[in-house]
């Protein structure tokens, strides 16, 4: 099983990125995927996941209303959509998978992808 998150970058506040973490090694329908991010100094943290068909979502509340969660069936990708982005989002962001628990710890999740470094600028 490989997941490889990509899309990070360097952005000023307010402005947008597009997260994907493609999937490989796992049937995609059968997994909830999620995403958390880790800031220099601090633990790993929640930010979305999205259950098997993509019909549920879950935030975190410092994103709500800001990120967006989506999946694609066809190309086994998940998506993060951020909008409105603040410095306290910089982080580095991973994606990750699980079999049957829809949860927001880490230890909830069987899979993760390397990360991806996203940097927002006062």
């Known amino acids: 099983v490989q997941l490889q998150a990509f899309g990070g970058g360097l952005v000023q506040a307010g402005g947008s990125l597009r997260l994907s973490c493609t999937t490989s090694?796992?049937?995609?329908?059968?997994?909830?995927l999620g995403w958390f991010r880790q800031a220099p100094g601090k633990e790993r943290e929640f930010v979305a996941n999205?259950?098997?068909?993509?019909?549920?979502?879950y935030y975190a509340e410092s994103v709500k209303g800001r990120f967006t969660i989506t999946r694609d069936h066809a190309k086994n990708t998940v998506y993060l959509q951020m909008n409105s982005l603040k410095p306290e989002d910089t982080a580095v962001y991973y994606c990750?998978?699980?079999?049957?628990?829809?949860?927001?710890?880490?230890?909830?999740?069987?899979?993760w992808g390397q990360g991806t470094e996203v940097t927002v600028s006062s």
């Open positions: 990750a998978a699980t079999r049957s628990i829809s949860g927001t710890r880490p230890i909830d999740y069987d899979y």
């Open positions: 090694g796992l049937t995609f329908s059968n997994y909830i």
């Open positions: 999205i259950n098997y068909f993509g019909t549920n979502t």
